[in-house]
């Protein structure tokens, strides 16, 4: 059983690098007695990498496992490079929870290490019909190929239906999220001993429900918006699964590609401030973790008046930001997105 000794080094290497965790792990005594009165300890450790899934993650699991999330709030996930203590938690880990679909591209060479040491890694996506990313030009016949021809077989990542071409931001949709707990919620149990429990059982149905009360409640706070304005520009490629679920169109978006690395061309952009003055786009949605220059530079381009509003796209705000956790986030999102667009 690797669980014990490599929750505990993890521990040890916890203790150096952050002040505010008080482990008690590192002090399970295995001869304990039985005693009924006594709280069991933490079964394992489950490090996931993103904060918007290390929310759901911990909400589920209660305390009855130790959670370690990677990326702390207001990360850019596209970007995001782990230290060299949290490669090292992640190769510990008895589980490691991930997006998937090439979401963590700063993170891929950890998770990789971790799977060679035989961490199982579980990709909260694969549950999910991934959508594909669209070319969102406007037939103009900039060659927009960065990356996006599909079906690329036989890469060998281990998930045969996970493409070049999907796209990993499905956690905009919170009834996709639901289905995606489902799922983690398996491979904790498959994987984090003792954690199959009822009381678990409880907590994953109560979010599961929580998950598809917000969906029910978004969709009735989005209603008043109309067809014609039903249109989203964002900073990048991060909103087809929310606009899939609540009808929207995503007329374009500022950085190609799906990630956060490219840039935009000046023809792109010259493009896409014609198709915002033709459908007279009200509002650029920005994520709180990328700087919002560009569509601060594109809306002011364009000769009509336009509002560049901030959302919380793929990180957890800071305290008081209205994004704290991740049914905060869905919520507080909705609702700019109606103010914005209504
Ligand atoms: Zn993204």
Not at 97 to 104: H, L, P, S
């Amino acid at each position: 059983m690797r669980g014990v000794l490599a929750g505990a080094a993890a521990v040890a290497l916890i203790a150096c690098g952050n002040g505010d965790t008080a482990q008690d792990g590192a002090t399970e005594v295995q001869g304990a007695a039985p005693d009924a009165a006594a709280e069991p300890e933490p079964a394992g450790r489950v490090v996931v990498t993103t904060n918007v899934l290390g929310d759901v993650v911990a909400t589920i699991v209660g305390d009855d496992a130790e959670v370690e999330v990677i990326m702390p709030p207001g990360s850019n996930p596209h970007e995001f490079a782990p230290s060299a203590r949290q490669a090292a938690a992640m190769r510990e880990a008895d589980l490691l929870i991930v997006n998937g679909a090439k979401f963590e591209e700063g993170l891929i060479s950890a998770i990789e290490g971790a799977k060679a040491d035989g961490v199982p890694v579980y990709e909260a996506i694969s549950p999910i019909e991934p959508l594909q990313f669209e070319d969102h030009g406007h037939g103009h016949g900039h060659g927009h190929d960065h990356g996006h021809e599909h079906g690329h077989e036989g890469e060998g990542h281990g998930h045969g239906h996970v493409h070049e071409g999907d796209d990993p931001h499905f956690f905009t949709d919170p009834a996709r999220m639901a289905i995606a707990v489902e799922g983690m919620a398996e491979a904790l149990s498959t994987h984090i001993e003792g954690l199959d429990t009822e009381e678990f059982r409880a907590r994953v149905a109560d979010y599961v429900a929580q998950l598809q009360a917000l969906d029910a409640e978004v969709e009735a706070m989005l209603a008043p918006i109309p067809a014609e304005r039903r249109v989203l520009v964002t900073n990048h490629d991060v909103y087809s699964y929310f606009a899939d679920r609540y009808g929207f169109e995503v007329l374009g978006v500022l950085i190609p590609g799906g990630a956060t690395l490219a840039e935009p061309s000046a023809a792109d952009l010259a493009d896409l401030a014609a198709a915002i003055e033709a459908e007279g786009v009200p509002a650029i949605f920005v994520d709180a973790a990328a700087p919002p220059r560009l569509a601060e530079a594109l809306a002011a381009e364009v000769g009509i008046e336009v509002e560049v509003v901030t959302l919380f796209a793929e990180s957890l705000g800071p305290p008081d930001s209205g994004a704290e956790t991740y049914l905060e986030m869905v919520r507080t999102n909705a609702e700019r997105v109606l103010a914005a667009l209504s």
